[in-house]
């Protein structure tokens, strides 16, 4: 019945000056996620549409729904601009979607000025006419209609629907710039880069791990979280910087007292991710803290951890509450792969009594008990390993060795291993 899908474009409708190069990155995002269908795009100046070709409602439905950037879509159907055409039209799409008396309204929307009608006029002459033709009982009613049946006459034809669709909204992914995003294996931190990519940042993942302190498994979860978020960046590929903590973790669980192990770890961490993204030119860090969720993200703590870099450290999860996380998560398609029971480094060894108010002297006065910690820090970076994520990624870490240094070595050559980060 549908023949074509019509697409309206997000806040880069408020970027003025950016507006054609916004759009520009929209209609490439698009491009990409269909290249493999048998699907035609048309752009024009405020709108882009899809031709269908047959091609099935919901593979377009889920791809649309990746792309930044896309306020709404709809399934329409083009009529020519004749007012016979467009009733006939109207009374197909209705006689297949109603089959039962139920309530309509008919929403006329006149884009193309130059037309010799006005919206109110073109409706006071369909309107009737469309009624007369349903081949079932059917009530106006113009505040809560069970169907709202819309046309559009524009210079191009007129276009008729009954559903739009959500977008993700936002801007494209790569126009807002690029960040680091500190990546765990929990909830909080995969759905706080997917809001950053929401808003067009070009997010790549940072990721601290432990092994043999913590399991293979939890490396595991950031290659299946990577496969995720890859859906909703450019060329569906999503880096993921890997960072042997491990010498930085037990020197912290040996010469720090238990309750500043998680402040300590947290500000080695930032340390270490403001090397890594001047190196990897990123502009800020995207943290998935939620102010009081856990002990650590206290006004006090967060103060005491940003205190030792530079670098604009971005909080999209500050005022989230845990369900609504959690709800991004589902939706997404990354709460059942962080909820796997493997713990990263992170999470293990968590002390009893961790401090909930640390202050800075404190924290720096604790630091000074790991002897050249600074250099730590750049062998750290020097060590570390970048990976290329893409949706087809299938490997199973577990296969290749107990930790990262065994993996890493086992997968030399391999192209998920793609470059250094020195």
């Not at 880069?12 to 990155?25: A, E, Q």
């Not at 139920?102 to 006419?129: M, Q, W």
């Not at 559009?152 to 034809?157: S, T």
């Not at 102010?291 to 005491?304: C, D, K, N, Y």
């Amino acid at each position: 019945m549908y023949d074509k899908v019509l697409i309206r474009y997000g806040d880069l409708m408020l970027k003025g000056r950016n507006r054609k190069s916004f759009i520009d990155r929209v209609n490439n995002i698009i491009a990409q996620n269909f290249r493999d269908l048998d699907v035609d795009i048309i752009r024009k100046h405020d709108r882009v549409y899809l031709t269908l070709n047959e091609t099935p409602h919901y593979l377009i439905e889920e791809r649309l729904q990746r792309v930044t950037g896309i306020y709404s879509f709809s399934f329409v159907k083009k009529s020519g601009r004749e007012l016979k055409e467009i009733i006939e039209t109207a009374i197909s799409i209705l006689n297949k979607e109603i089959k039962e008396a139920e309530t309509l309204k008919i929403n006329v929307k006149r884009a193309d000025k130059k037309y010799p009608y006005t919206s109110p006029e073109i409706t006071k002459i369909v309107a009737p006419e469309i009624l007369k033709g349903i081949l079932v009982p059917v009530n106006v009613d113009l505040h809560q209609p069970q169907h709202l049946l819309t046309i559009e006459i524009r210079e191009e034809g007129a276009f008729l629907f009954l559903k739009t669709v959500k977008g993700l909204g936002g801007f494209p992914v790569g126009v807002g710039g690029k960040a680091g995003l500190l990546l765990s294996g929990g909830i909080d931190s995969p759905v706080a880069g997917f809001l950053m990519m929401k808003q067009g940042l070009l997010v790549e993942g940072l990721h601290f791990e432990s092994t043999p302190l913590t399991p293979v498994e939890s490396l595991q979860k950031i290659i299946d979280i990577g496969k995720e978020l890859a859906l909703y960046t450019v060329n569906h590929q999503f880096k993921v910087v890997m960072i042997p903590f491990l010498k930085m973790h037990q020197a912290i669980l040996t010469n720090i007292n238990e309750s500043y192990h998680v402040t300590i770890m947290r500000r080695m961490m930032i340390r270490i991710a403001e090397a890594i993204a001047f190196k990897r030119n990123l502009q800020a860090l995207v943290t998935g803290e939620s102010l009081g969720q856990v002990a650590s993200q206290t006004i006090e703590s967060l103060i005491t951890i940003e205190k030792v870099g530079n670098i604009p450290i971005l909080r999209p999860l500050i005022s989230f509450d845990k369900k609504d996380i959690i709800k991004i998560a589902d939706q997404i398609k990354t709460k059942e792969i962080s909820i796997r029971p493997f713990e990263d480094c992170c999470t293990i060894y968590l002390p009893k009594n961790p401090v909930t108010k640390p202050t800075i002297k404190r924290a720096e006065y604790y630091e000074s008990f790991i002897s050249d910690f600074q250099e730590l820090i750049e062998e750290i970076v020097k060590e570390s390993k970048i990976i290329t994520i893409t949706p087809e990624t299938t490997i199973s870490l577990a296969n290749y060795g107990f930790d990262s240094q065994e993996i890493w070595e086992a997968l030399k050559g391999d192209n998920l291993i793609s470059e250094p980060t020195n």
